[in-house]
T-cell receptor
Framework: EAEVAQSPRYKITEKSQAVAFWCDPISGHATLYWYRQILGQGPELLVQFQDESVVDDSQLPKDRFSAERLKGVDSTLKIQPAELGDSAMYLC?????????????FGPGTRLTVT | GESVGLHLPTLSVQEGDNSIINCAYSNSASDYFIWYKQESGKGPQFIIDIRSNMDKRQGQRVTVLLNKTVKHLSLQIAATQPGDSAVYFCAEGFSGNKLVFGAGTILRVKS
């Protein structure tokens, strides 16, 4: 069964450093999402792509976060500089419409710890 | 504003019993709802969804009930198994494929 791939699985970085996460969605899925999940809470959408275009980045802290999906396939999320409050799980998901709803398939996530 | 929450943060059930996980939402503009299961160290896994014009939908061992009058959603798991132990999230779906997640309920299955 096809899965969303993410790397790295774990990342420890010092505050003020730059960090990047990579996501490869399920083949054929045009929509890609990046979520942040703080321990004990539900995922929160950071950015949504339709092919290579951003359709929603209203919750993305644009002063330090950036995301791209240049060829409309895989995507990179970057944080620069990282802050202590950025410690969280970063989840990538992709979707294709199924019977009227858009089931989102999630990857395993990248656990970020900022020290 | 958009808000999805859960009544019970932790639910403990005996193996073989039925489980009911509840979710309250505040926004009436949603198009659909989804239940996700998240095991430790993994991403959320789709369980079942329901469109806002439905009040019940059944899957394998799971049933989702939607009461739009009181803005309440529930997930029923029949014959709960140890493998069902996880955190369960309800999510409200809006046009443009946007999901708003609740805070989650921990389900613990006792053998």
């Amino acid at each position: 069964e096809a899965e969303v791939a993410q790397s790295p699985r774990y990342k420890i970085t010092e505050k003020s450093q730059a960090v990047a996460f990579w996501c490869d969605p399920i083949s054929g899925h045009a929509t890609l999402y990046w979520y942040r999940q703080i321990l004990g809470q539900g995922p929160e959408l950071l950015v949504q792509f339709q092919d290579e275009s951003v359709v929603d980045d209203s919750q993305l802290p644009k002063d330090r976060f950036s995301a791209e999906r240049l060829k409309g396939v895989d995507s990179t999320l970057k944080i620069q500089p990282a802050e202590l409050g950025d410690s969280a799980m970063y989840l990538c998901a992709s979707s294709i419409r199924q019977g009227g709803t858009y089931e989102q398939y999630f990857g395993p996530g990248t656990r970020l710890t900022v020290t | 504003g958009e808000s999805v929450g859960l009544h019970l943060p932790t639910l403990s059930v005996q193996e073989g019993d039925n489980s009911i996980i509840n979710c309250a939402y505040s926004n009436s503009a949603s198009d659909y709802f989804i239940w996700y299961k998240q095991e430790s160290g993994k991403g959320p896994q789709f369980i079942i969804d329901i469109r806002s014009n439905m009040d019940k939908r059944q899957g394998q061992r799971v049933t989702v009930l939607l009461n739009k009058t009181v803005k309440h959603l529930s997930l029923q798991i029949a014959a709960t198994q140890p493998g069902d132990s996880a955190v369960y999230f309800c999510a409200e779906g809006f046009s443009g494929n946007k999901l708003v997640f609740g805070a989650g309920t921990i389900l613990r299955v006792k053998s």
